[in-house]
T-cell receptor, first 115, second 114 residues
């Protein structure tokens, strides 16, 4: 069975602080995909990144960076110099199927960035 | 705009009623997924269709049903509504090519059952 855990329910930071959102996953599959989605207050779910299980390189996109470590089954997300617009619920997700089935979401972490 | 269109955006109805939520996938996407997001349950997978056929089923109640039509749009039917069915219902679509399984979500349909 697949499972995604996001232990941090809510995080509050002050603008310009760095913040890391944790994601731990469980799967018996050797091929799988990990995702992060953002849900701002407006409600829509926005895709941020996909990473496959064979690619452990960290990725940086502007103020966002992702750290994938198979040894600890973690796929953590760091926002550098946070901004108020980063306030949202962030979901980590796992799909162990190449075709998108069995797409499992974590419970989400609500990030509040205070001015 | 994600390219996935959901209607209606908001819907208020009474217990015992039936509603239909509609989803048009992104152009070129053959798969449609339905998710329910309630405050205490997070994002729950309901059902997936691929090119008109049911592909996978999640925690979908028997009172709920869905289908995907030849033009690839999908409808989620919710009947005998209960207060607990109040939630945000998301539709997502994907291309379903190997390695291309990113789900693109619509803006959601917020259902309130009074």
């Amino acid at each position: 069975a697949q499972k995604v855990t996001q232990a941090q329910t809510e995080i509050s930071v002050v603008e310009k602080e760095d913040v890391t959102l944790d994601c731990v996953y469980e799967t018996r599959d050797t091929t799988y995909y990990l995702f992060w989605y953002k849900q701002p207050p407006s409600g829509e779910l926005v895709f941020l990144i996909r990473r496959n299980s064979f690619d452990e390189q960290n990725e940086i996109s502007g103020r966002y960076s992702w750290n994938f470590q198979k040894s600890t089954s973690s796929f953590n997300f760091t926002i550098t110099a946070s901004q108020v617009v980063d306030s949202a619920v962030y979901f980590c997700a796992l799909s162990a199927d190449n075709y998108g089935q069995n797409f499992v979401f974590g419970p989400g972490t609500r990030l509040s960035v205070l001015p | 705009d994600s390219g996935v269109t959901q209607t209606p955006k908001h819907l208020i109805t009474a217990t015992g009623q039936r509603v239909t939520l509609r989803c048009s996938p992104r152009s070129g996407d053959l798969s449609v997924y339905w998710y329910q997001q309630s405050l205490d349950q997070g994002l729950q997978f309901l059902i997936q269709y691929y090119n008109g056929e049911e592909r996978a089923k999640g925690n979908i109640l028997e009172r709920f049903s869905a289908q995907q039509f030849p033009d690839l749009h999908s409808e989620l039917n919710l009947s005998s509504l209960e207060l607990g069915d109040s939630a945000l219902y998301f539709c997502a679509s994907s291309v379903e090519r190997p390695g291309a399984n990113v789900l693109t979500f619509g803006a959601g349909s917020r259902l309130t059952v009074l």
